[in-house]
């Protein structure tokens, strides 16, 4: 299991994101436990251009969760919109 690891930016954009969608509120958390647990059901791919480096998971059809994987940990960069975190 790897660390979690939330950047204070991320914190802000997951409280409004949950506040907006509180529909989507139980798959967000079991998409980020999947990723810090290393499941291998959850579907990512890497980013490119001024993300390259980072990583993208989809919670839905619309909404897209950013973040950076090291060897013993998950840095949670963004959440929201494909138009916002892109």
Excluded: C, W
Aim: glycine letters at 4%; proline letters at 6%; aromatic letters at 10%.
């Amino acid at each position: 299991m790897k660390r979690n690891v939330p950047t204070q930016s991320f914190l802000r954009s997951l409280a409004l994101f949950l506040h907006r969608h509180p529909d989507l509120e139980e798959k967000t958390h079991v998409l980020i436990e999947r990723l810090v647990t290393g499941s291998s059901e959850v579907r990512i791919h890497p980013l490119h251009g001024p993300l390259k480096g980072f990583y993208s998971a989809r919670i839905s059809q619309s909404y897209r969760l950013v973040f950076a994987l090291e060897p013993d940990a998950v840095i949670f960069i963004d959440i929201g919109s494909h138009d916002e975190v892109y």
